[in-house]
């Protein structure tokens, strides 16, 4: 097959990514832009004219023919350590599935369609889940409200009615509001769903329905907490899915 002609600005890119071969493997396709003062449509043509899938494709087989130079094994080491990132990930969702009991799932379907009111308590970082676990709630029809405030969290949590239903998200199941939400909310015989990563934490003993996730002991911001809530986002969708799918069922 004959390869495409380069136009003079493609060449002209080819040319300078030669005289500069051993910064190329370092750059961002916007930093060569830049650099070499051609559009990132012009780099993206010249890479598939030299047959490269695109410029990430030409880097990659550039660090792969250049292994054994230290300057490139050092990249490739870094490239190790994204993917180590992604199989984090990857691990925690891969054992949160495992993890998931599907008649908990049902039964927080039937529980949450019963249900005259349902409540959602979260602090810190899981609120955003929470937030978007109300707002679906909402557009399929049912009367749910959130909570983040600790001091609005606990007296609320004494009004609540064994006819209603409290959803507790919490990573590790110790939050001190939420552990006494859950106790309020449990004399009043409230059925109680909560969505966790630790399967040993203090709320459990007063939940009814446990969606559990597993977190990785893995943190790549140690000295705060902030350990990632994916395990739980994938919980909660998997619920509102399966809610909205039951939907037309329940309604009717």
Same mark, same amino acid.
């Given at each position: ?164 239903? =409290?959803?507790?998200?919490? =990573? ?36 009814d329905l446990v969606f559990l996730g597993y977190k990785s002991p893995i943190s790549y911001f140690p000295d705060y907490e902030v350990h990632s809530r994916l395990p739980l986002n994938i919980l ?17």
């Amino acid at each position: 097959m004959v390869k495409a002609t380069l136009s003079s600005s493609e060449d002209y890119l080819w040319t300078y990514i030669q005289q500069h071969i051993d910064d190329i493997a370092n750059m961002s396709i916007i930093k060569l832009s830049e650099q070499a003062n051609v559009s990132t449509a012009t780099i993206v043509r010249t890479m598939k004219k030299k047959g490269y899938n695109g410029f990430t494709s030409f880097k990659q087989q550039l660090i792969q023919k250049n292994k054994n130079n230290t300057q490139f094994a050092f990249l490739n080491q870094v490239d190790q350590e994204i993917k180590s990132a992604v199989l984090k990930n990857q691990h925690e969702v891969n054992n949160t599935l495992e993890n998931l009991d599907i008649g908990i799932v049902e039964d927080s379907i039937q529980k949450i369609k019963d249900a005259h009111k349902v409540y959602i308590f979260a602090r810190g970082f899981s609120e955003f889940i929470a937030k978007e676990m109300t707002l679906k709630l909402q557009l399929l029809g049912k009367n749910c409200e959130i909570h983040d405030d600790p001091n609005i969290i606990k007296p609320i949590s004494k009004q609540i009615m064994n006819h209603d239903v =409290l959803i507790l998200i919490t =990573l590790n199941g110790e939050t001190a509001e939420l552990v006494q939400a859950a106790k309020n909310a449990m004399q009043n015989n409230v059925t109680i769903i909560t969505f966790t990563t630790n399967p040993n934490g203090t709320i459990l003993q007063f939940s009814d329905l446990v969606f559990l996730g597993y977190k990785s002991p893995i943190s790549y911001f140690p000295d705060y907490e902030v350990h990632s809530r994916l395990p739980l986002n994938i919980l909660v969708r998997i619920l509102l899915d399966a809610y909205a799918i039951r939907s037309p069922h329940l309604l009717s």
